[in-house]
């Protein structure tokens, strides 16, 4: 069972739009992650926020950790085709492993 | 290429047969990691190996599967008596954790399909 929660499931925007993807957690989060997938391809490391309050960057692509550390959002600015794509959260578990949400597949139409 | 090789990219096997899957790391990583992704979910964590001993196996599916990391450096994942409820991509990641945050990096997977 999946303990981090995505929202929106899919989502599908015209080119240009900005977009808000977010993932939450009912316990705190030590370690959050975020990956993009093409459909039947591996995962692609986009940042990652370790402190409540933290914001990264990485081109057209921000993502936040709240100050409590229970949910983060990932934004993308002026969409374009090249952004669609299944953008997975995931979580440091035990040190070990990653535990991931379920995913929001994104469309953007040209 | 310097990232997560993982062959072979598809298998389609019929049931009761088995499979072997490799992955090759990022050659200076010491952590590995094998997920399994069914369709609409996010990967779902199997095992892993720091070096050659493998630290969590306890999640792993069933007593079919099994991992070995021989020699510290590319791992294979085995199924045996193979069902369809095994089709799903298969995997793996590689990560340094003293160096970059136990950031983990993932091969493009195998895709597996039992008929």
């Known amino acids: 069972s999946q303990e981090l929660e995505q929202s929106p499931q899919s989502l599908i925007v015209q080119e240009g739009k900005n977009l808000t993807i977010n993932c939450t957690s009912s316990k705190t989060l030590y370690g959050l992650y975020w990956y993009k997938q093409k459909y039947g391809e591996g995962l692609i490391f986009l940042m990652m926020l370790q402190k409540g309050g933290e914001e990264k960057s990485h081109e057209k692509i921000t993502a936040k950790l709240d100050e409590k550390k229970q949910q983060s959002s990932l934004h993308i600015t002026a969409s374009q085709p090249s952004h669609a794509g299944i953008y997975l959260c995931g979580e440091q578990y035990n040190n070990n492993d990653m535990r991931f949400g379920a995913g929001t597949r994104l469309t953007v139409k040209p | 290429d310097t990232g997560v090789s993982q062959n072979p990219r598809h298998k389609i096997t019929k049931r009761g047969q088995n499979v072997t899957f490799r992955c090759d790391p990022i050659?200076?990583?010491?952590?590995l990691y094998w997920y399994r992704q069914t369709l609409g979910q996010g990967p779902e964590f199997l095992t892993y190996f720091q070096n050659e001993a493998q630290l969590e196996k306890s999640r792993l599916l069933s007593d079919r599967f099994s991992a070995e990391r021989p020699k510290g450096s590319f791992s294979t994942l085995e199924i045996q008596r193979t069902e369809q409820g095994d089709s799903a991509m298969y995997l793996c990641?590689?990560?340094?954790?003293?160096?970059?945050?136990?950031?983990?990096?993932f091969g493009a997977g195998t895709r597996l399909s039992v008929l």
């Open positions: 050659s200076e990583h010491n952590r």
């Open positions: 990641a590689s990560s340094q954790p003293v160096v970059a945050k136990n950031i983990q990096y």
